[in-house]
């Protein structure tokens, strides 16, 4: 199959029990991002707009680890989202396309297939079409106008709004794998997409910046995963010569370069963006160095020794393919998806997410770790 037909799906554990305390919480989250944190979006949006998009994650297996039944998340269980709920005290935050009365705890904008640039600029680009892009418009401009909607129902004026997400925490990310994925898997070389890089990092930082301005005063910026490792451009990208990989791990060299370079410039509009706004809390999260440390050393961390077979799918090297993926008829789960780090060709299982996150909450992977970031 070509490699327009990517998937929609496009980004050991502490042994020290989750740490709950009064002296760390929140009163609400508010979520913005892609599939990694989509909570029930996707599915709502394909439905309302009648999309030729066919739907997977209302499909068992997924959701089977936790919830026991599909629960409209790309994984198995539960994502990085709903752990930061549980730790907090409040509710798995709602999907903002639920229309949910009562956004009171948070709501959830993220979107599977979302991007940080709008369809329309990423069409612009080097033979991308509009299919290549799967027609969502869902982007991280998007969903904060979402925002901006929804708002009215929980403050009015300026200071008022203030007061109110003074103790709420903004996550704005994970974002931008998939802008890559898409020109990546269309035509563009590592060193076409190099020069938007920059473009898509500001763009975050931008909407940081309008976040904080909305009254937002504690905010969580996750980087962006290994994108060389990812199942979907593995197998894009099979045929790539031997030099093109990283040895110790098989994920592709140049592709996490180039998630390094976006992170590296992440982190630096991070830094800046605190510099500017000295009342926030802005928390960069590593989602790089976590992973990759997972894929390096699965065994120590207790996941089987091929790190990048996925748990749910059906054949080939890493047991993926484009046209019978996770959620289908006769593609199969794996036994045990808490040994495996990746759940289907692009998500992880839950079992790697609460590794991630437990090094976010405390360190050593976000800066500062989340319990040391509370105003």
């Excluded at 929609?8 to 760390?24: A, D, E, K, R, W």
């Excluded at 500017?276 to 790089?288: F, L, S």
């Excluded at 019978?324 to 495996?340: Q, T």
């Amino acid at each position: 199959m070509k490699r327009t037909d990517l998937s929609i799906f496009s980004f050991l554990l502490f042994l020290v029990p989750l740490h709950s305390t009064q002296s760390y919480t929140y009163n609400s989250i508010f979520s913005f991002g892609d599939s990694y944190t989509d909570t029930g979006n996707f599915n709502a949006y394909v439905l309302a707009k009648n999309l030729s998009i066919s739907l997977t994650t209302d499909k068992w297996p997924y959701g089977q680890t936790f919830f026991h039944h599909p629960a409209d998340r790309f994984c198995d269980g539960r994502l990085i989202l709903d752990f930061l709920a549980e730790e907090f005290g409040l509710p798995f935050i709602e999907p903002y396309l639920a229309k949910k009365q009562r956004f009171q705890q948070g709501a959830n904008f993220a979107v599977a297939g979302a991007t940080v640039l709008d369809p329309t600029e990423l069409i612009k680009q080097k033979n991308l079409t509009k299919s290549a892009v799967t027609g969502l418009n869902v982007s991280l401009n998007f969903q904060l106008k979402w925002f901006e909607d929804m708002k009215g129902s929980l403050c009015h004026s300026k200071k008022e709004c203030r007061n109110y997400f003074t103790s709420s925490m903004f996550i704005v990310g994970e974002i931008g794998v998939n802008d890559y994925l898409y020109m990546l898997t269309n035509g563009l070389t590592v060193t076409q997409v190099h020069p938007y890089v920059p473009i898509i990092v500001e763009t975050i930082a931008s909407a940081i910046k309008r976040l904080i301005h909305q009254g937002g005063r504690t905010l969580l910026v996750p980087g962006i995963v290994p994108m060389g490792c990812l199942t979907q451009l593995l197998t894009a990208f099979e045929r790539d010569e031997y030099s093109s990989y990283d040895h110790e791990t098989g994920c592709i060299r140049r592709f996490n370069m180039l998630s390094n370079y976006h992170n590296s410039l992440l982190l630096k509009a991070v830094k800046e963006l605190r510099v500017k706004y000295p009342h926030t809390r802005i928390i960069y999260a590593d989602y790089y160095k976590p992973l990759f440390r997972l894929i390096k050393f699965p065994k120590r961390y207790g996941f089987q020794p091929t790190p990048l077979r996925v748990c749910c799918g059906k054949g080939g090297k890493y047991n993926w393919n484009f046209s019978e993926v996770c959620g289908m008829p006769h593609v199969s789960v794996c036994h045990d998806p808490s040994k495996y780090i990746f759940w289907d060709g692009v998500h992880l299982t839950e079992a790697s997410y609460q590794y991630i996150f437990k090094s976010w909450l405390k360190g050593p992977y976000a800066h500062p770790p989340i319990l040391d970031a509370h105003l």
